[in-house]
């Protein structure tokens, strides 16, 4: 199965929700125009990393991101992977992801499972405890969040889902981006799996964010890498891919799980 993928690298406005809302349209537009099934954007888009704030800005029980992001989805007839907002919900802040089909329908949604202490999350947000899958034309797929890439053992649980694509929306700063590439790139080898990273551009009061969004293929090879500016880049690539490579190595067979605890 050929699927297109957008991947939205956009800035964000830190703290102000209005102007973020206001310019992801041209992204879904953009992407929509250029044939892709699905836009994906970065981590956080609605309000940064103003953590401080989240009492007033974060998006209460996600309410504005599904209005407006399956809006989006059945006005231009395309999948929306919302990258990750703020949120709020019973006097609690979390990272989430919401996903649309193209008829406006969220499909899933996602709570960041680990919390970055370098970036306060763990002084301000609680950690999701459940994992997520959804199709994307047929093809199974789900979805992490930024800092989650570092643990491998998280992802492997994600694709025992029978995953074929990992979604990891960002805002990874500019000196870790080649650990960046390094985790996506051995995550897509050791999961068999495609994987799709959008990270931000620009700075917020204390971080600026290099871009460099990425696709992976199983192999581990490097089918597209943005640069450091506000882009939106699409891509084709085959997810049957996956099966090929699952097949002539059967790494999922042969693991032992009875020893992994």
């Known amino acids: 199965m050929k699927l297109t993928v957008s991947l939205a690298q956009i800035d964000i406005a830190f703290g102000q929700p209005a102007k973020n809302f206001a310019k992801i349209e041209q992204f879904v537009k953009q992407a929509a125009d250029q044939k892709a099934d699905m836009v994906i954007f970065p981590e956080m888009w609605n309000t940064g990393y103003d953590l401080i704030r989240l009492a007033d800005i974060a998006d209460a029980n996600g309410d504005q991101t599904k209005h407006v992001l399956a809006a989006l989805a059945r006005k231009y007839n395309i999948m929306v992977h919302g990258g990750s907002v703020s949120t709020k919900r019973d006097g609690k802040f979390y990272n989430s992801t919401y996903i649309f089909d193209k008829d406006g329908t969220e499909i899933a949604n996602y709570d960041k499972v680990h919390l970055f202490g370098l970036m306060a999350e763990d002084d301000y947000l609680t950690a999701g405890n459940r994992k997520d899958r959804f199709e994307i034309n047929g093809v199974a797929a789900t979805s992490v969040i930024c800092y989650d890439i570092r643990f491998p053992e998280w992802l492997r649980t994600q694709s025992l889902t029978d995953s074929r694509i990992i979604f990891v929306p960002a805002e990874w700063p500019t000196p870790r981006l080649e650990q960046w590439r390094k985790l996506l790139a051995a995550r897509a080898i050791e999961n068999q799996s495609f994987v799709v ?65």
């Open 197 to 261: 990273g959008v990270n931000r551009v620009g700075s917020d009061p204390d971080n600026r964010f290099g871009g460099s969004s990425v696709v992976y293929d199983p192999l581990g090879k490097e089918l597209l890498r943005l640069n450091d500016r506000e882009q939106l880049q699409t891509i084709t690539f085959d997810s049957s891919q996956t099966d090929k490579v699952r097949g002539s190595m059967p790494v999922f067979e042969d693991r032992r799980p009875d020893l992994y605890e």
